[in-house]
């Protein structure tokens, strides 16, 4: 255990710095595993009922923050709240915490009954109370009448909701989840991300969720905590991330965009002006305020805000087709503009009728659509 001369308790409260009192909060926690430090210094607050995603790529940390919360890992430095009581030396049974666990975890020699009974037995609880809690969960997650049912005869996204169930059951104060829709195939996480969303609105559970997948993160969160390295890279809405990403990490990490050469034209308070070729664009200032005027800056525009236009109008990047990629609902276009981009651009088209209008080799022109693109000093391609 943690040594510390001040001898807080678990109920002593965090700081009350906002009006509402976080349900998680991470005050400068570290972690470190050896002469490699897991986690540096993070700061968290996760609102009551808050669906709080960590997202980020593999050994970027978010695993050890998350089993931090749980009570699984010791923290080296800093301290953890729950709903206002100090826990950063709290063993993980007291914390009041459900999780599930990326491979389930469910007992095979148990019935699904007994399996989400397994939290209310440990706790004491009569056995009237937990046979009616038990159906009451096993309701929630669309699995009534599979009680009696063990592990090994359910499918995959039936084991995912007997391991909700379980982690629900309890009346947690905050939900854990561990990269749950990992082991599904591409339209049963589909459907699993909309009923958990739902079973989360409707508890009002405080929620958070691990994953490397950024459409997941972008569909179900009311907030993200963008990882990299150990850090926080930034922590806001899921539009906010997808539209202005703190640094060059997040805009490479979160959904598409195409890395342009740009210059800084000039400065008009929060906005700068950059141009890229024949093209001026505006973007936030803050992120290149270290720039002068004149000098080179990274550009990031995402496919969707890219037009294809005529080779030669005004306003536009030249560009050659060089790949037709149809994918339903649109079609992406790969395009080789030399002197333009690090690598080629990436456009997506609505429709499919640039199956026939952008013939791979036809010479297009390429217009910036959106004000929602960012710039960032120059740093290694991606």
């Known amino acids: 255990m943690l040594m510390r001369t001040d001898q807080k308790t678990a109920s002593t409260p965090a700081p009350a710095s906002d009006k509402i009192r976080p349900a998680v909060q991470l005050d400068g926690v570290t972690k470190r595993f050896g002469d490699s430090v897991a986690l540096h210094e993070a700061w968290l607050k996760i609102q009551p009922s808050e669906f709080m995603t960590l997202l980020g790529p593999s050994g970027c940390g978010k695993t050890t923050l998350l089993n931090l919360v749980a009570g699984f890992l010791e923290a080296d430095n800093g301290e953890i709240f729950i709903e206002g009581a100090l826990v950063t030396e709290t063993p993980a049974h007291m914390r009041e915490i459900g999780i599930v666990f990326q491979n389930y975890a469910l007992f095979p020699h148990m019935n699904v009954a007994h399996n989400v009974a397994y939290g209310l037995k440990t706790r004491g609880i009569e056995k009237k109370e937990i046979a009616r809690r038990v159906d009451e969960a096993l309701a929630l997650v669309k699995l009534t009448g599979f009680a009696d049912r063990k592990p090994r005869q359910l499918s995959g996204g039936q084991q995912q909701r007997v ?220």
């Open 163 to 382: 391991a909700l169930a379980r982690a629900l059951v309890i009346k947690p104060k905050v939900l854990l989840l561990d990269e749950p829709f990992s082991a599904l195939d591409k339209n049963l996480r589909g459907s699993m991300q909309v009923e958990l969303k739902q079973i989360q609105r409707e508890l009002g559970v405080t929620t958070i969720f691990v994953t490397h997948d950024q459409g997941e993160a972008l569909s179900m969160s009311d907030r993200i905590a963008v990882m990299s390295a150990g850090r926080i890279r930034q922590i806001a809405a899921p539009d906010d991330i997808y539209r202005r990403p703190a640094d060059r990490f997040v805009a490479c990490f979160v959904g598409d965009a195409n890395l342009l050469n740009g210059r800084l034209v000039e400065r008009r308070g929060d906005v700068a002006m950059v141009s890229i070729g024949d093209v001026c664009a505006s973007v936030p200032a803050a992120s290149i305020a270290e720039i002068s005027v004149g000098d080179v800056v990274d550009v990031f525009v995402r496919p969707e805000h890219l037009s294809v236009t005529s080779r030669g109008a005004s306003s536009s990047l030249p560009g050659t087709v060089m790949t037709q990629v149809f994918q339903g609902g649109h079609v992406d276009l790969y395009i080789d503009a030399p002197g333009s981009a690090h690598d080629r651009i990436l456009v997506r088209v609505p429709g499919i009728a640039a199956l026939s209008s952008c013939p791979v080799g036809a010479e297009i022109g390429l217009t910036i659509g959106s004000d929602d693109i960012v710039a960032f000093p120059p740093g290694e391609a991606r």
